[in-house]
């Protein structure tokens, strides 16, 4: 998945309105309804949830507003919440004085098609003791369009979110970041979630962002690939389905000795646990065996998963690695797949001199970490 610059965004749009495949404002619609959703989905009593619902000027703030009526929708249609009643569920906060003069375009519409009770209620003003403990802040204030400095009362506002021990759900990118390098010039929303767009912005991955983004979750808005495959803005961006690609179901009859064996060689008296954790990651890995090879002498303080297999094998140093140890290790790693040296090895005397020994003796595909990187 490729990671974009904000323009390349706004190109992308302009391109599926021009096409005709939908409106802006379905594509507002769409982005609006998919973090709903999202939201709705990731609170465990959306009945007993206060949502605030944070909006600006531009088109993120239009995401807000279709965010709103769709929660509101929801909570009627699955809790029977009465619109009398709505005020205590969604609140929706804007930085438009007058919305039906300054908001424009898909933005206005939006909010022209937002419940009236929601319009009626629309409140100017943010204030700390607002956030109650049962409040989600959705910050739509800013999105990819920001650049230079915070106008007032922006700084305010993001201060309160960011005082509150309220989850923070950012729409697109949390206002204040840069969209293109994750610049902070004055301060930004410190999310717990940022729900991006079709595809994730280059700002969440690079600079401030993993630190003010929190996980990101991106909605695809159901566009055909064929929008989205010509994008290539030289950020590549790994999510959950590209790494279960790599990981494809097995087959219904396989069996562990089909998946490989892996050796994971290390571990020392002043280390033991590394090789472990590092053997239990190559079964999680999908490994069908895992062996632990430690040098004897290596005390083991620590419940040892019941899938691996543990072999400890002669050296002249209790607890390291010796130089002879190297004959021992190759015998070990006949029919084995694949190795990883080096977790927990140490760097004492001798062990350079064991790697020295066994590289030549290597078979299979393997991995060196952590010591045996040290000593290369």
Same mark, same amino acid.
């Given at each position: ?6 323009? !390349?965004?706004?190109?992308?749009? *302009? ?29 465990? #009593? ?28 929801? +909570? %009627? ?18 930085? #438009? ?9 898909? /933005? ?16 100017? $003003? ?8 049962? *409040? ?31 989850? %923070? %759900? ?20 410190? /999310?717990?979630? !940022?729900? =991006? ?13 993993? @630190? ?16 989205? $495959? ?13 790494? +279960? ?8 009859? =396989? ?13 020392? #008296? ?19 065996? %895992? ?24 050296? $002249? ?14 015998? +070990?790693?006949?029919?084995? $797949?694949? @190795? /990883? ?5 140490? =760097? ?21 970490? /952590?010591?045996?990187?040290? +000593?290369?």
């Amino acid at each position: 998945m490729q990671a974009v610059f904000a323009q !390349t965004m706004r190109n992308l749009d *302009a391109s599926v309105i021009a096409s005709g495949f939908c409106s802006g404002y379905e594509l507002m619609r769409r982005a609006g309804t998919g973090a709903a959703e999202r939201i709705f989905k990731g609170v465990a #009593c959306p009945e007993k949830t206060l949502f605030m619902i944070l909006t600006g000027k531009g088109n993120n703030g239009g995401d807000g507003f279709v965010i709103a009526e769709v929660l509101l929708q929801k +909570l %009627v249609r699955e809790y029977g919440i009465s619109e009398s009643e709505a005020d205590e569920h969604i609140r929706v906060y804007t930085l #438009c004085s007058d919305p039906l003069r300054g908001l424009h375009g898909d /933005a206005l519409q939006a909010f022209q098609h937002m419940n009236a009770h929601l319009k009626d209620h629309l409140r100017f $003003q943010l204030n700390a003791e607002d956030v109650t403990d049962q *409040a989600i802040l959705i910050d739509a204030l800013l999105g990819t369009g920001f650049s230079g400095k915070l106008r007032d009362p922006i700084p305010d506002w993001i201060s309160i979110i960011n005082h509150s021990q309220a989850p %923070v %759900v950012s729409i697109d990118v949390p206002s204040g970041l840069s969209a293109d390098d994750g610049h902070v010039t004055d301060q930004a929303v410190r /999310a717990d979630m !940022t729900i =991006t767009f079709v595809l994730p912005k280059q700002g969440l991955l690079l600079g401030d962002g993993p @630190a003010f983004a929190g996980r990101i979750h991106v909605c695809s808005l159901d566009l055909p690939d064929s929008f989205t $495959q010509p994008v290539n803005d030289g950020l590549e961006a790994v999510d959950i389905s590209d790494a +279960l690609r790599c990981f494809p179901p097995d087959a219904r009859d =396989t069996f562990k000795n089909r998946k490989g064996h892996t050796l994971v060689i290390g571990g020392s #008296c002043n280390y033991p646990g590394a090789v472990f954790l590092s053997a239990e990651a190559a079964l999680r890995a999908g490994s069908g065996l %895992v062996t632990a090879c430690i040098p004897e002498g290596t005390e083991i303080f620590f419940p040892i998963p019941k899938a691996l297999i543990v072999r400890k094998v002669k050296t $002249q140093s209790s607890g390291f690695y010796s130089p002879l140890s190297a004959e021992a290790v190759a015998e +070990l790693l006949k029919n084995k $797949q694949a @190795a /990883a040296i080096g977790p927990g090895l140490s =760097t004492a005397d001798g062990i350079a001199e064991f790697l020295k020994n066994l590289f030549p003796l290597l078979s299979c595909p393997v991995v060196l970490d /952590a010591d045996a990187l040290n +000593l290369l």
